[in-house]
């Protein structure tokens, strides 16, 4: 009896990962790839304004709200600023924040991230929403652009198995750099439930 329920839970789970999984493997260069030609995602470096008539995204409201906490206190420490971001009223999730030391981060797949000196992750604390975002302060005469530049080279905006990332939006201001993968919206699109409406 036990091997059939161990046996019924594994195909369970199987059947569960191929229909969420993409088919092919992924690895950093073929995501790169990827978000460049077939699923474009849109990478915003401080761009913190809609054109007329339309709304921020997740992303731009986040590096928007970076700059005004960095306004307000210059001195906050990542894992504070990491805080303050994740609990912003337009996330609509429990979240939560951490400092990191040099490691493999979620987002990254097997890059190990390091040359900051301090830095935390936020996140939500449960749930497969495509959002996870990361402040770093580096050191002062750092190459900001170059740091940022690692980042967006070996992330993989489908780090979670059943959801990907609208956007990649990433802010420098002075030694703090922040980092973010996200959806663009909160919005549950119509075609999601087959075009029902809820």
Known sequence: MKKLLITLLTVALCIGLVACGNNEETTAADTTAAVTNENPVETT????????????????????????????????????????????EINQFMGGAMPVDP?????????????????????PMMGSIAYVGYVFELADGADADAFVKTLTDNCNTRWQIC?????VVTKVIGNKVLFLMCPSTYEMPDEAFGGMAL
């Open 163 to 167: 959801v990907q990332a609208d956007e």
């Open 45 to 88: 470096v401080a761009e913190t304004t809609a054109p007329a008539g339309e709304e921020l995204t997740v992303g731009q409201i986040h590096a928007n709200a970076f700059e005004e906490f960095i306004a307000e206190y210059e001195k906050y420490t990542a894992e504070e600023l990491a805080n303050k971001l994740v609990t912003l």
């Open 103 to 123: 490691a493999y981060f979620p987002g990254f797949d097997n890059y190990l991230i390091t040359g900051y000196e301090s830095g935390a992750m936020f996140m």
